[in-house]
């Protein structure tokens, strides 16, 4: 007699044009939301998920990026951290980088930016999972499956969380939307370029490489 094959959700199949999967996980103990070193066990036991923790306890997961999205997130990436390098004050993590903001919720942009007298407060092991803090900069960039109000909702709470400017770069309609705290959203429409401003000093993000 067969048994039933094990659950494992390294097999779960989400189509590239699909939108994103939300499930929450409940607990025989008592009724409550996944914590934050529950999350980052989950995703350490499925590796293949690109997942991220609403703070109401909603486990969200993305379908994986075509070939055309993740060469425009590879070249915001490179700008940045080139700039990163030389500007010396900060890190720059990619879209495997998670963060727990204060608000419970634990979200990977796709670039983002932290400095380092941040970091430098935090105890070596806690570098190796996903970092307790809100980037101090953080870019999300719209793929074909993206909802822009949903993402536009994940800009605002990285803001209310502590970020200090943050770009949400709609390629569909080649928008750029700068967030910042205590002020209304700017919209750039088809911008050749993007300014740091002074949370990053004297970079300049060239659109035309991430519009190509």
């Given at each position: ?24 996980i409940e607990f ?73 903001l204060p608000n ?100 300049e993000l060239d ?6």
């Amino acid at each position: 007699m067969q048994t039933a094959p094990e659950n494992n959700y390294n097999q779960i199949f989400v189509p590239s044009r699909a939108g994103v999967i939300h499930f929450k996980i409940e607990f025989e103990d008592e009724p409550r939301k996944m914590t934050s070193d529950e999350f980052w066990e989950f995703c350490s036991k499925n590796p293949k998920l690109n997942a991220e923790l609403t703070k109401e306890g909603e486990i969200i997961i993305m379908p994986p990026t075509g070939w055309e999205t993740s060469d425009r997130n590879s070249e915001l990436n490179l700008q940045l951290r080139l700039w990163a390098k030389k500007e010396k004050s900060g890190k720059v993590a990619d879209s495997n980088g998670g963060f727990i903001l204060p608000n419970g919720a634990t979200r990977s942009p796709d670039s983002s930016w932290v400095l380092k007298s941040r970091l430098e407060t935090l105890p070596k092991e806690t570098l190796q999972k996903f970092l307790p803090l809100c980037p101090d900069f953080v870019v999300e960039r719209t793929s074909p499956s993206d909802s822009l109000s949903e993402t536009q909702k994940k800009m605002l709470e990285y803001i209310e969380n502590g970020a200090q400017l943050g770009w949400l770069i709609h390629s569909k309609t080649k928008q750029v939307f700068i967030y910042r705290p205590n002020a209304e959203v700017e919209t750039l429409e088809n911008p050749q370029t993007v300014s740091g401003e002074n949370v990053l000093k004297d970079f300049e993000l060239d659109m035309n490489e991430i519009w190509s």
